[in-house]
C-alpha cells in the first residue's frame, strides 16, 4: 500500500483516539478497520479477507465492524465499493488476456446501468463478470474462487445474476 493510504489511515486512528473511539478496543482492530477505511477512501482495491490474512489476530468481522463505527463515528462519507476495480486485480493473479478485462468491464458497466451492482459484494461481482467475459475458456469457476477468496457458488449465483439482467428485455 502507498505513503498516502498509510498517512491517511494514521489520520483516521488519530482522530479516532481523540474521540475516545480507542478506548475498550484492540488496537490492532482499531489500525486496521482504520486503514480499510483509508483504502475505501483511497479506491484501493482491498478486500476484508485480504486484512483478515494480514492481521491474523483481527478477524473480518472485527474489521468490518471497526469500520462502521470510524464512518458513522468520524462523519466519514466512503464512496461504495466499484466491482471494476478488483477485475483488474483479479485478472493479473489469473493471467487473463486485455480482451477478456475489457469484455468483464463492459459486463460490469451495463449491469450497473440497470443497479443490479448495488449492496452485492464487489469482489463478486467482479469474479462473475470475468468469468462471463472468457466464457469459461481461459479460467474455471473453481481458479477464480481461489484467486478472489470466494467460494464456487457465490461465482455461479453472481454469474446467473449478471447473464440474468444482461439478457433481459429493456
Excluded: W
Excluded at 35 to 48: E, F, K, S
Excluded at 51 to 60: D, G, K, L, T
Amino acid at each position: 500500500m502507498g505513503r498516502q493510504v498509510a498517512e491517511e489511515a494514521m489520520a483516521i486512528y488519530r482522530k479516532a483516539f481523540k474521540m475516545g473511539l480507542v478506548r475498550g478496543r484492540s488496537i490492532r482492530s482499531v489500525v486496521a478497520g482504520s486503514l480499510y477505511t483509508a483504502c475505501r477512501l483511497m479506491n484501493v482495491p482491498r478486500d476484508l479477507r485480504e486484512f483478515e490474512e494480514a492481521y491474523p489476530i483481527v478477524r473480518r468481522r472485527t474489521v468490518a465492524q471497526m469500520y462502521r463505527l470510524l464512518v458513522k463515528s468520524l462523519g466519514i462519507k466512503a464512496p461504495a465499493q466499484d466491482p471494476s476495480i478488483f477485475v483488474t486485480k483479479l485478472a493479473s493473479k489469473l493471467g487473463l488476456s486485455q480482451r477478456t478485462v475489457q469484455e468483464a468491464l463492459r459486463i460490469l458497466e451495463e449491469v450497473r446501468a440497470k443497479g443490479l451492482v448495488i449492496g452485492k459484494d464487489p469482489v463478486g461481482m467482479a469474479a462473475a463478470a470475468l468469468y462471463i467475459a472468457c466464457d469459461g475458456l481461459e479460467v474455471t469457476q473453481k481458479d477464480l474462487a481461489k484467486a478472489s477468496g470466494i467460494t464456487g457458488v457465490t461465482i455461479r449465483h453472481r454469474s446467473k445474476e449478471l447473464r440474468d439482467a444482461l439478457y433481459q428485455e429493456s
